[in-house]
């Protein structure tokens, strides 16, 4: 089950481990690397959001979305 990137990723306020002011680190795409990098990277302390062009995170291993090749089986 996919979940929302709005739910999952983008963080309202101050992002984990920022500070008021800080801008967060950009992680693009919230495919399998993407969501690997944001949580090493908050785990680290750094502020960080991740940004899917799509409406749910997973990348090419999500099967809805359009540009997946991966199936259903």
Do not use: D, F
């Amino acid at each position: 089950m996919a979940v929302p990137h709005s739910e999952a990723l983008v963080s309202r306020g101050v992002p984990p481990g920022g500070s008021e002011g800080e801008l967060p680190w950009a992680v693009i795409g919230a495919g399998v690397h993407g969501l690997s990098a944001l949580k090493a990277l908050r785990q680290l302390g750094v502020a960080a959001v991740a940004y899917e062009r799509t409406s749910e995170v997973g990348g090419n291993w999500n099967p809805s979305n359009p540009a997946s090749r991966v199936y259903e089986s």
